[in-house]
């Protein structure tokens, strides 16, 4: 069962180009931090703007130099349910653990429409599936009701619910109890949930602090409910900051600010404004990050 705190992890470009070995740099700096998984080609590794191969090399890379330390949950999810089915059977070929699935962004599913895309994946692959809600993103809410549908699906283990809504999040674990792992999407939200039953997140704020959201997980099932609140108040601040604009690009220009990357993001996105910037940098100069 997946546990703790799995980083989202960002995809380092250097002049246009996967930058592999700042790639692999990075994974090592989440495993050290104490991170209990690592999510290639998910939203915030700017699965979008990356090619087919590109993709397939990106989750390669992050198995082989995981080397089992840790999940490696793959992003394979689009809104072509065949395009998910190709890049979710090239994830389970290239030996990761899971595969993250989005919610199939800008066609507007039905839920039953919803059910019938995870119903094609599933039978087409063997490999253990998080689904991800993030409405904000595609449009769409993958309702409680259909969550729990999606538990007569034996690949279907988890769900990463980036609502915001605990009552959301609680009525999926009414529903649904032990036949689901439900992770936040948000890292705003990770303690509320751990509260009512969630077993962790996958967080953007992790590719700066693995240690500090690690931490705060580790410390909650610890019974250390103390600890856990204080990381999460020390980690506010950076919660805050890695949204100033869309993500990844701040988290991009922090580990940039912290010497590990370029910060290059490719279009549509673009580099943070100047304030902007300067706001970031103020924030990881007072955490103790540069």
């Known amino acids: 069962m997946l546990q703790g705190a799995i980083t989202a992890i960002v995809t380092p470009f250097k002049n246009g180009e996967v930058d592999e070995e700042a790639y692999r740099e990075l994974i090592e700096f989440q495993i050290q931090g104490g991170i209990h998984g690592i999510v290639p080609c998910g939203t915030t590794g700017e699965s979008a703007t990356l090619s ?100 007569q699906f034996p690949n279907i283990v988890g769900i990463k619910e980036a609502t915001g809504d605990m009552k959301q999040c609680a009525k999926i674990l009414e529903l649904c109890g032990d036949r689901i792992t439900v992770l936040s999407g948000d890292d705003f939200t990770v303690l509320p949930l751990l509260a009512i039953g969630g077993k962790g997140v996958i967080s953007v704020v992790s590719n700066v602090v693995p240690g500090d959201m690690a931490g705060m997980c580790t410390a909650f099932f610890a019974g250390d409910l103390a600890t856990a609140r204080k990381l999460h108040y020390k980690m506010w601040p950076l919660m805050e900051a890695m949204f100033y604009e869309t993500n990844p690009a701040p988290a991009k220009t922090a580990l940039k600010m912290m010497g590990k990357i370029t910060g290059e993001v490719r279009q549509p996105l673009c580099p943070l404004t100047p304030a902007n910037e300067e706001k970031l940098r103020t924030v990881l100069h007072r955490y103790g990050l540069i």
């Open 52 to 151: 087919h191969a590109e993709h397939k090399r990106v989750v390669e890379i992050c198995v082989e130099q995981v080397k089992k330390r840790v999940p490696v949950i793959a992003g394979t999810g689009s809104n072509n349910t065949a395009e998910a089915v190709e890049l979710t059977q090239h994830a389970q070929a290239a030996g990761a653990d899971f595969a993250l699935m989005i919610t199939p962004y800008y066609n507007k599913p039905t839920q039953e429409g919803l059910v019938l895309h995870y119903k094609t994946i599933c039978e087409k692959t063997r490999i253990p599936i998080i689904v991800y809600n993030v409405p904000s993103r595609t449009s769409v809410n993958l309702l409680p009701e259909t969550v729990a549908r999606l538990t």
